[in-house]
DNA sequence: GCGCTAACTGGACGCACCGTCTCGTTTGAT
DNA sequence: ATCAAACGAGACGGTGCGTCCAGTTAGCGC
């Protein structure tokens, strides 16, 4: 495989890119001429721009930890609300947010690319979520983490509408008050 | 403008160009072989492929009732679960899937097609949505008509697991606690 | 240190599409 | 019949694709 090197060549020169111009336009060519690197090397390791957008974000989440931890204060609404802005702020941080973009829009039509991103990103975010609610007594966890995390994300991905903070306080308080329900 | 004629030359090539190969590789060049048509004349009207996709969609939501239109029997639990099963058999249709994927992944990176998308189509469904709350009585309809919506598309968008059955009655169930729980 | 293998650079290849342009033709309302 | 708008056909330079080749480093085992 590539050496650690090339990786972090590579890595550099999307996270650049993706700052500096469209995320639509970069491309292999773009990325090899800014990274210092061959074509030949790209192909190696990776099948697609996509690959590469997503091996930098898994790349930069692991190292600093830039994954959001999911907080256990023991009052659930103020930890929901904590996840929600910082869930939020990771959506629409300058420098990630047309990374997750560039990266959500290929996984429509690339299987393999959605399956790690559901593997390695998803799935853990949803089930550190669900972990907290089930500590917490919450019945149907899983349940609950799809309820408080699904609209967050519709916004988001179909951008209906930006995320007010007062509907965000809203949000929390309509999934505490559907845990709290209990027929 | 474009004549008739040459809209739905163009619209039924690229539903057909849709059906038979992978919507990623659709592109102008093709869809003016397919219709029998210059690329000045796309060219003229639209200016992408995501535009022509979405033109398309949009035309057949139209003619067709293809609309979820939201159902009032006066039960909430039974509406709200055709609503579901009725939005996920759209989402999940293998003429409709491939165009809605393609439009959506343009999307991310096309502000004037995101603009179009939520004013025409999403927009309208959670209007619609939130009307039939309103008129049940529901308190925060809008909220809630979110929250019912959200999950759903965040399963169909993040593919992260299938709709089974199973689910899409429990989402249902968790949405009317919801809305019956009166703090 | 020597040598072998895997990873690399640099550049060339044919090909598909891009978006724009020109020119001549058809269409349909007045 | 007239005339402008919409159209078809096809050529243009340009860009990125994905693959191939030949020659060059880098690192690990002995």
């Known amino acids: 495989m590539a050496r650690q090197q090339t990786r972090s060549k590579v890595h550099d020169a999307v996270l650049a890119l993706a700052r500096e111009k469209r995320v ?3 491309t292999m060519e773009g990325i090899a001429a800014r990274a210092g690197v061959s ?5 190696r390791t990776w099948s697609s721009t996509g690959a590469i957008l997503f ?9 600093e930890d830039g994954a959001v931890v999911v907080p256990d204060s023991g009052n659930l609404a103020s930890d929901l609300q904590t996840l929600a802005t910082a869930t939020i702020a ?4 300058p420098t990630q947010e047309p990374l997750l973009r560039a990266v959500t829009a290929d ?20 089930r550190g979520i ?8 919450v019945p149907d966890p899983d349940g609950t ?3 408080f995390v699904g609209p967050i994300f519709h916004r988001w991905l179909l951008r209906t509408r930006p995320f007010e903070s007062e509907w965000v306080t809203a949000h929390v308080a309509r999934i505490v008050r559907s845990v709290s329900a209990h027929g």
């Open 130 to 137: 669900a972990n907290r609610l089930r500590q917490g007594n």
């Open 90 to 93: 990771e959506l629409t941080d």
């Open 55 to 63: 091996d930098a974000l898994l790349a930069r989440s692991a190292n």
């Open 39 to 43: 074509k030949q090397t790209l192909y």
């Open 107 to 126: 996984m429509q039509s690339d299987d393999a690319l959605a399956t790690q991103f559901r593997e390695l990103l998803l799935g853990p975010q949803l």
């Open 145 to 147: 983490a799809e309820l």
């Open 24 to 26: 639509g336009n970069i």
